[in-house]
């Protein structure tokens, strides 16, 4: 059996189990991103040493019969815009190309807390910001089920790993859609939370009320797990809801009888891939099938949610990114005085999608603009929130397509933005309401490319989501399979 | 033409919490260079704000004391602009929705009361510190960035453009400072830069309604500096107006040392700062309840207290006035009168030599080698005439050295005023027999010579005889 082929719950059982050591594991995975991560390229850094040591001490834990966590002893892989302590953060920007954070994130805590053991930190969209890992300032990450396409993005780094056996769990931020999208690509299983439900603290802000921590992971049951790790209250961020953390575990149930399932007809956008609407309404055949009600909802504002989206995220970009200057920290290009030194290391070091969006940012947000852009997006916001809100007045769960189409090939949109927005319009609503959602696999085109689904939630009703996802699930064989293969 | 001239003040003051706005850091002035920083301070990637809530409930109460309406639905927001002290490139602020609004204070200039009014109050960052390598940013290869200061807690107070002349400037910004010296919410250590003032001046024809072009004058931290700065200002304004020429509207630095304004920049159109709101932060919401429970905690303000000193105490209005313009000095005050004491001696010795000695020692009140209790006795002292007001002047020395009782130092060092008959007219006898000139001159009309008689007289009892005795014995026999 090839380790690295399991979900992180098989191999969390053989380690409790003592069937095989974490040293073994992580010497799977290493071996793994060895053999294949020149193809893949989903890490910027890997960490071999440090995940070693990390698996002996968890294997000491183990061994010694301590009780141990549901990631003890397990590799992962970490978004590269999370901070870890002595180890890089880039963002995939040239930016930070040296930096090193002295501090860890929120959630690294929590995660280092589980003894669980890290690969190293995954490739992404520069500061987050795109759809298809390509505006990474280092190299393009490859979808693993056909490497002439994109993993999706931001997190494409992260879903890449993930779906390829190159890690067995990863982490991943979602501004709208970072996490969902590279999931659907991926053919694996991507929940953004609640926004509040996962600290952000230490996650390199991009747009900060719309940016939510995350996990990918290969099925639903280990996307619960880490749920459980990574949820909860953090006093250092203000944003963060105070609220128990349940166990999202015990939302592993197969059960839809009675469920009220919403099919909004404004997530199904001009251009939808005819592969993907099929794929969405087998699903919903399937759901009928065991019991749920499905009805059509309308979300009327849906159509303006990616003009909203693109005006708030960008004007949060701009400010959150106004602290790359060279002063301090990161990479400085120098000038013969400090404003030369600033604007030449700001010139060469961001990408051009970054460069864009901090233009559209400070734009909306000059005076005279500010009203027509900032305002009037912050006002659609409102609108989108309620659209939902008044829909789950009648529903228990929202279900939608994730991206309008599986995946692209490397190099075919990347010069469109526009065509790259429209990408994220059934994924961005969520991240303007903050509601939760998750995107698990329901199919496959022709090309044998992977199609996602996204189920959407009232806030905090993860639990709800997961245990429509996981019921769906276990009603198919997705999950199963291995880079379109059934293991 | 007669100008007059519109003056505006934006005080910033450091609040005195042990940590900073957003951070646990220290806030301690005069640390070691970037000792008193963290990951949140600094800026990096990655990291968050929280709002201290000791920020949120000083300035609360700085926005009750200076008569303020609290928002109860408060918000934090970015101030966008690139300077290298700012580690984000952008100042977290307050906007539209500050925690303060529509404020006033009164003050007392030439004896009349003039209400200046508040425009707002809000919360903000302190940014940090740059040293430069040079004397003077122009003549620096390079400069360090210290940012100890970065975070630090402040409110800035915005008035309205209330205020005439120099001089009302500086009584206004000297009662914020005396208000929040009350409240305990800042050190005021105005060389420490805890309170400076960004000052706005424009002038206009005497009677017109309209507002002249202004200047404004930044990180005034002294009074002085901002009498002296407004002073210059206006004549400068006033020569170009009188010329024919018209003010530009620019930023002027105030040059202590030789006295005068310098262009720093001229203000074309306003910097667009692009604010916008906080999204790290959530909205600072503030209950009825809350605000009752802070007005509750406040002290008695400078100007009740005045007011009683005056109605319970019968001080003139300017002496209550200055013994009430800090809380310390009014705390002593009411100490010292507290032993039973006349208030007005009490008054006038603080007012005198204590303050005369506290000032040439260049220390506070609250330092002060004197103590109230002692200052009591020794006023009584002189109230049951054991010794003169001169004698007063020498045990008040001897106690600011030692600060010993009073009443001892009187016994030790034989002060004990003379005030018997017998004892007094011997020696004024003996000095009218030693002085026959005076004698006659004041016999023959120049009754001026008495004093130097009584010079004389105190002199033959070491100061220790009663003058007031001195003065009747004096005459009684001069008329004889």
Known sequence: MELYKQPAHTLHDMLVKREITSTELTRAFLNRIEQTDADIHSYITTTAEKALNMAKSADEKISSGESVSFLTGLPGAIKDNICTLGVKTTCASKMLENFIPPYNAAVMEKINHMDAVILGKTNMDEFAMGGSTENSAFFPTHNPYDTDCVPGGSSGGSAAAVAGGLAAWAIGSDTGGSIRQPASFCGIVGLKPTYGRVSRYGLVAYASSLDQVGPLTRDVTDCANILNVIAGYDSMDSTSINEPVPDYTKALIKDVRGLKIGLPAEYFVDGMDEEVIRAIHAAVADFKAMGAQVVEISLPYTKYAIAAYYLVASAEAATNLSRYDGVSYGSRVSGEDIVAMMTNTRTEKFGNEVKRRIMIGNYALSAGYYDAYYLKALKLRTLVKEDYDKAFEKVDVILAPTAPTPAFKIGSIINDPLQMYLQDACTVPLNLAGLPGISLPCGFSKAGLPIGMQIIGKPLAEETIIKTAFTYEQSKDFHKMFAGVIE | ?480
């Open chain 2, 1 to 480: 033409m007669s100008y007059e001239a519109v003056i505006g003040l934006e005080i910033h003051s450091e609040l005195k919490t042990k940590t900073k706005i957003f951070c646990g850091c220290a806030t301690t002035f005069g640390a070691e260079q970037n000792t008193h920083v963290c990951p949140v301070c600094l800026g990096l990637p990655g990291v968050l704000p929280v709002v201290n809530k000791k920020v949120v409930e000083f300035a609360l109460k700085a926005g009750l004391a200076l008569n303020c309406t609290i928002n109860k639905f408060s918000k934090f927001d970015r101030k966008n602009y690139y300077y290298p002290d700012l580690p984000k490139n952008f100042q977290t602020s307050q906007f539209d929705l500050p925690i303060a609004e529509h404020g006033y204070v009164d003050i007392e200039v030439n004896d009349t009361t003039k209400r200046i009014r508040i425009t707002r109050i809000h919360m903000e960052e302190d940014a940090g510190k740059l040293v430069h390598a040079g004397d003077t940013i122009k003549d620096s290869a390079s400069s360090n960035v210290d940012y100890n200061r970065t975070g630090v807690p402040l409110i800035e107070i915005v008035s309205e453009p209330d205020m005439r002349t120099a001089e009302e400037a500086r009584a206004y910004m000297e009662k914020v400072k005396s208000i929040l010296e009350y409240i305990d919410v800042s050190n005021c250590k105005m060389e420490e830069g805890n309170l400076r003032a960004d000052v706005n001046v424009s002038l206009r024809p005497t009677g017109s309604e309209m507002l002249g072009t202004k200047a404004e004058m930044k990180n005034l931290n002294s009074f002085k500096m901002v009498e002296n700065a407004l002073e210059y200002e206006i004549e400068r304004q006033e020569e170009i107006l009188e010329d024919g020429g018209h003010v530009i509207q620019e930023t002027r630095t105030w040059d202590d040392n030789k006295g005068i304004t310098l262009s720093m920049r001229t203000k074309e159109k306003a910097q667009d700062y692009r604010y916008m709101p906080e999204p790290d932060l959530v909205p600072i919401i503030t209950t009825d309840e809350q605000i009752a429970a802070v007005k509750k905690t406040l002290p008695e303000l400078p100007d009740a207290r005045r007011d009683r000193l005056i109605d319970d105490c019968g001080l003139s209005s300017y002496d209550a006035g200055v013994i009430t313009n800090s809380r310390e000095m009014a705390e002593y005050f009411d100490a010292v009168i507290k032993q039973n004491v006349d208030a007005k001696l009490a008054a006038n010795w603080i007012m005198g030599d204590l303050a005369k000695n506290l000032n040439a020692a260049g220390k506070t009140i609250a330092e002060s080698p004197v103590s109230a209790k002692n200052l009591a006795k020794m006023i009584k002292l002189i109230q049951n005439n054991t010794i003169s007001s001169k004698i007063a002047k020498k045990v008040f020395d001897e106690m600011w050295q030692s600060d010993n009782d009073p009443e001892l130092i009187v016994k030790e060092k034989g002060l004990v005023q003379i005030t018997d008959t017998d004892a007094i007219e011997k020696i004024v006898d003996e000095v009218l027999l030693g002085n026959p000139k005076p004698v006659a001159d004041y016999k023959g009309g120049n009754t001026k010579s008495i004093g130097f008689l009584v010079g004389q007289v105190m002199k033959a009892s070491r100061g220790k005889a009663n003058p007031a005795m001195v003065n009747k014995l004096l005459k009684e026999k001069l008329s004889q």
